[in-house]
Each structure stands twice: as structure tokens, then as C-alpha cells.
């Protein structure tokens, strides 16, 4: 086997992916907190979309790759623009819920994204749900709760109905956004960078319309391009390739796992102290793959022993 289809092989493979992108992933919290000590939120979004959108459009012109870009059909245009708002609106309103509501209650419902990415593939991709794919969700969110609350369900409660709607709104945003991107056909890094320009556009007219422009401090900026670069230009381009190759539901599944990653960024860098709850709700999130896991291997060898049957 050449080295190329090697390497092809590699990146093809979900928990590769998936584990690369958790850890791109985990950092956000803490550096989206200490760029907060300098800029607010819309100035964060400015920056982070900016960033990104700079060192893409450095790519694509060194590589030759803004001709095929701006050779698209108008139809093409018009279906990657469509796709680009709810990414943006992600961002937007669960920055908009955690001004509202606690983090935990936030946090909470914006991760129920898992949970609507498999609730919608199955009108939008034709998937099946079985009872692996519901126990294995159903485990991974009870996971997901423990690490967010840290075991601690007392202070649980809704505060403002219209923060936990943003919350929730975000949630499905981003649902319908990788159940889009996940079936579209035009080539992914073309794709990517529309995702980030219309997105780039939409927060400058936020920042216009909520905020005002402000150049960062040398810090701040520092961490808002790393958040651009490790949560737009290197996230888009994992987070696709997971899903196309694999079940939106083993994806979803891994999904659950980013509370925790998060954690881990917050320890490391910020020097929280983590809950041995918190460990718990990791070992729930590990079981709810390993469900997923052992449903696609019984799966496969269900239809392994019907080919063999009808070949007899």
C-alpha cells in the first residue's frame, strides 16, 4: 500500500478525526475567556471569523485554489451562502444565552446538538435509528450532564425562557448546519471558506449594529487567532470529514465528549480544580461509544451473514 492512500486511510477514520477535533475543540472555553478580559462578543466573533478568513484567503491564493473558487456557478454561491448562516448563528446566540442564563444551563442545553444532529439525519440523510443509536445518545447526554454540573443537580433550574431558547436555538443551528454540510457535494474546501466569508460578513454587520470596533490588546488578539484557526479553519475541515465518513450518530456520540476536553483546557490553563463527578460522566460518555461501537460491528455482521447467505 503507497504511503498516499496510507495517509488517505488515516484521515478517513472517525476517532482520528474526532479526536483531533475534540482537542481544537476543548480550547475554546478558555481562550474565548481570556479574550472576554479585553474585547466582548461581537468583537470576538469579529476577530475570530477575520482571522480565519485572512489565513484561508493566504491559502487559497498561494495554492491557486481562488480561481476554482470564484469559477462556482451562481447557483453554488447562492446554496454555500444558505448554508453559512446557521454556522453563524451559532455562534451568535448562544453568546447571546450565556448573557442571559447561567454557563451550566447554557452549556446544558447547547449541548443537546448531538442529540438534534441524529434526530435530524434522519429526514435529511435517510438514516436509521436503532436502539443502539438511541441508548448510545441517551448515555452520552447523561454523560455530558454529570461533566457540566459536575455531578451537583441542585442548582438546576430554568432562569429566563428566552435565554434557554437561544440556547436551544444554537443547538439546532449548528444540527442543521452539519446535516447540510454533511450532503453537500461541492468540494469541501471551496465550501469552508464561503462557510467563513459569510459568516465574516455577518459578524461585522453584528459588530456594527451590537458593539464597536476595537484593535486588541497583543494578548487578546493572540488568543482570538488561535481560536479562528483552531475552531474555523482546522474544526470545518475535521468536523466534515467526520461526518461523511462516518454515521452521523457515532459522530454525534464522540460529540459528547467535548465538555469534558473543555475541562481539561479550563484545568490546565485556567487552574480549575475538576469534580471526581466529572469522571464518572466521562466513563458514561466512553460506555455510550462503546454501545455505538458494538451496534455498527453487530450491524455489519448481520449484513455480512445475509450477503454470505444469498451468495450461497
Not at 475541562?263 to 460518555?285: C, D, R, S, T, Y
Request: net charge positive.
Amino acid at each position: 500500500m503507497s504511503a498516499r492512500k496510507t495517509n488517505t486511510k488515516w484521515m478517513d477514520n472517525p476517532y482520528v478525526l474526532m479526536g483531533l477535533l475534540l482537542v481544537l475543540w476543548g480550547s475554546f472555553a478558555a481562550a474565548s475567556k481570556f479574550a472576554l478580559q479585553s474585547l466582548d462578543s461581537f468583537q470576538v466573533q469579529f476577530y475570530m471569523f477575520g482571522s480565519a478568513l485572512v489565513v484561508m484567503t493566504v491559502i487559497f491564493v498561494a495554492n491557486g485554489r481562488m480561481r476554482s473558487l470564484l469559477a462556482l456557478p451562481p447557483y453554488a454561491f447562492r446554496k454555500l451562502i444558505v448554508y453559512a448562516i446557521p454556522s453563524y448563528l451559532y455562534y451568535f446566540l448562544y453568546i447571546m444565552a450565556l448573557q442571559l442564563v447561567p454557563a451550566i444551563e447554557a452549556s446544558m442545553l447547547n449541548y443537546m446538538f448531538p442529540i438534534l444532529i441524529v434526530a435530524l439525519s434522519v429526514p435529511m440523510q435517510g438514516e436509521k435509528l436503532s436502539f443502539p443509536i438511541v441508548a448510545s445518545v441517551i448515555v452520552g447526554f447523561a454523560g455530558m450532564v454529570v461533566i457540566v454540573t459536575g455531578g451537583d443537580f441542585s442548582d438546576i433550574r430554568l432562569t429566563n425562557w428566552k435565554g434557554d431558547l437561544l440556547a436551544l436555538g444554537a443547538a439546532f443551528c449548528w444540527a442543521l448546519f452539519s446535516n447540510w454540510g454533511k450532503r453537500n457535494e461541492i468540494d469541501s474546501d471551496l465550501s469552508n471558506y464561503m462557510y467563513t466569508f459569510v459568516s465574516f460578513v455577518l459578524a461585522a454587520v453584528s459588530l456594527v449594529l451590537f458593539s464597536d470596533f476595537r484593535i486588541p490588546a497583543w494578548e487578546a488578539g493572540a488568543w482570538v487567532v488561535w481560536i479562528g484557526l483552531s475552531n474555523i479553519v482546522f474544526t470545518y475541515y475535521l468536523w466534515f470529514r467526520g461526518l461523511k465518513s462516518s454515521s452521523s450518530a457515532l459522530i454525534a456520540s464522540l460529540s459528547f465528549l467535548t465538555p469534558f476536553f473543555t475541562l481539561l483546557f479550563i484545568v490546565w490553563l485556567l487552574k480549575e480544580p475538576m469534580k471526581p463527578a466529572q469522571w464518572v460522566g466521562l466513563l458514561l460518555i466512553v460506555a455510550g461509544i462503546a454501545i455505538q461501537m458494538l451496534g455498527e460491528r453487530w450491524k455489519s455482521r448481520k449484513v455480512s451473514n445475509l450477503s454470505k447467505k444469498a451468495g450461497a
